[in-house]
């Protein structure tokens, strides 16, 4: 079935520990998203990418990195500078090169706790 | 800056109800306006969306209102069913220029 798969579903890491999420999408889409959501915050955008090796930062991408070497991998590294990364993070794409108008398909998320 | 304001925080409705979530904007650029609905656990996915050129678009028991002049959408969800639990998020975005801004959400509960 074609969809977003994230991996792992939960994550636990110690403090000064970078991490990484992996976000693959089968669907031949050429933007990708990540989003962090915490209780009462909605969805932040953290960084996205409209095309291969190119990204860009969205609102809060202090203490996170990504790649995106193929189309249908977008993996996002939570640093150790990232102050409070405790969270719920979602990984998205859509079909719309700008990504701004065509639908987001969202993974099931990767929960991350910081021990 | 909150670019999309969204309210209230949290609803409660009685089987059989009109649940309404509203969402406010300030960007007068924005173009498109969809609605996310996220279960526990899983990711949103997309419900329904309007783009300013109607006021109005209605899908089964759910229906958007928007008002271009007062900056303002609303998602309204007719004769509400407890499978409609969920967390609701409002969006907005410039077409063909920037990523979706999303709303703080709304937890809608549906009781018997």
């Known amino acids: 079935d074609g969809g977003i798969t994230q991996s792992p579903k939960y994550l636990f890491r110690k403090e000064g520990q970078n991490v990484t999420l992996s976000c693959e999408q089968n669907?031949?889409?050429?933007?990708m998203y990540w989003y962090r959501q915490d209780p009462g915050q909605g969805l932040r955008l953290i960084y996205y990418?409209?095309?291969?090796?190119?990204?860009q930062k969205g609102d809060i991408a202090e203490g996170y990195s990504v790649s995106r070497e193929k189309k249908e991998s977008f993996p996002l590294t939570v640093t150790s500078a990232q102050k409070n990364p405790t969270a719920f993070y979602l990984c998205?794409?859509?079909?719309?090169?700008?990504?701004?108008?065509?639908?987001?398909?969202f993974g099931e998320g990767s929960r991350l706790t910081v021990l | 800056q909150q670019q999309v304001k969204q309210s209230p925080q949290s609803l409660i409705v009685q089987k059989g109800g009109i649940s309404i979530i509203n969402c406010a904007y300030e960007?007068?650029?924005?173009?498109?306006f969809p609605w996310y609905q996220q279960f526990p656990g899983k990711g949103p996915a997309l419900l329904i969306a309007?783009?300013?050129?109607?006021s109005e678009k209605k899908e089964g028991r759910f229906t958007i209102s928007f008002n271009k002049s007062a900056k303002q959408f609303s998602l309204h969800i007719m004769d509400s069913q407890p499978g409609d639990s969920a967390t609701y998020f409002c969006?907005?975005?410039?077409?063909?220029?920037?990523?979706?801004?999303f709303g703080k959400g709304t937890r809608l509960s549906v009781i018997a």
């Open positions: 998205a794409s859509s079909a719309d090169r700008e990504g701004a108008t065509g639908e987001l398909f």
């Open positions: 669907l031949n889409h050429d933007a």
């Open positions: 990418s409209q095309i291969v090796n190119d990204f």
């Open positions: 960007n007068t650029a924005f173009d498109y």
């Open positions: 309007i783009r300013p050129d109607v």
């Open positions: 969006a907005a975005s410039i077409e063909g220029n920037t990523p979706l801004v």
